[in-house]
């Protein structure tokens, strides 16, 4: 079965550091999502892009985030530099116009 | 702006008993709605949505305008039911962005 990808699963970096996270989505997907969760809530929507086009990142902190799908296809969401802040999961989401979003296992990010 | 409420964070039922895990919304047009559940160690995945009107894994969901509510029941819980369950919604038909709630944590007790 098909499944959205995204490494690293775990990463610890310092504070004021660069870190990137990557996701290969359903082949097909057009649209892909980055959503960040912090402990004890729900996701957030960071990022959506359809196709290579962002067609929402109205809640992305632009000062220090960037994400990018530059193919159509797999996505680099960026965080440089990295706040203590930022710790959470970051999921990564895509599908098709028939609305159900697959989600990734996600990845964990402590900054220390 | 769409907001989603889950009133309960923690919920826990004996096996055999009927949950309701409850979601309210507030949007101002025709929302679509979800629910969303997520096992020990795994992905979160879709339970239901509302335009289905379906019943998977024994539960359903009921939309209720009036109150703006979706909340997700189940008569007879089972122990393979405890999870993360998350409520949420999108405006729109296609290709929208979800808003979830908190989420509640389901356990089902032997």
């Known amino acids: 079965e098909a499944e959205v990808a995204q490494s690293p699963r775990y990463k610890i970096t310092e504070k004021s550091q660069a870190v990137a996270f990557w996701c290969d989505p359903i082949?097909?997907?057009?649209?892909l999502y980055w959503y960040r969760q912090i402990l004890g809530q729900g996701p957030e929507l960071l990022v959506q892009f359809q196709d290579e086009s962002v067609v929402d990142d109205s809640q992305l902190p632009k000062d220090r985030f960037s994400a990018e799908r530059l193919k159509g296809v797999d996505s680099t969401l960026k965080i440089q530099p990295a706040e203590l802040g930022d710790s959470a999961m970051y999921l990564c989401?895509?599908?098709?116009?028939?609305?159900?979003?697959?989600f990734g296992q996600g990845t964990r990010l402590t900054v220390v | 702006a769409q907001r989603v409420t889950q009133p309960e964070k923690l919920l826990s039922v004996f096996k055999g008993a009927p949950v309701e895990l409850k979601c309210n919304y507030s949007?101002?047009?025709?929302?679509?709605l979800f629910w969303y559940v997520q096992y020990s160690r795994q992905r979160l995945q879709l339970l239901l949505r509302h335009i289905s009107r379906e019943s998977i894994k024994g539960f359903t969901a009921d939309l209720n305008k009036g109150e703006t509510s979706f909340h997700l029941k189940k008569p007879f819980a089972q122990e393979e039911d405890s999870a993360m369950y998350y409520c949420?919604?999108?405006?729109?038909?296609?290709?929208?962005?979800?808003?979830f709630g908190e989420g509640t944590q389901l356990t089902v007790n032997p």
């Open positions: 082949s097909g997907h057009a649209t």
């Open positions: 949420a919604l999108s405006k729109e038909t296609s290709g929208s962005r979800l808003t």
């Open positions: 949007y101002s047009g025709s929302p679509e």
């Open positions: 989401a895509s599908s098709l116009l028939d609305l159900e979003a697959f």
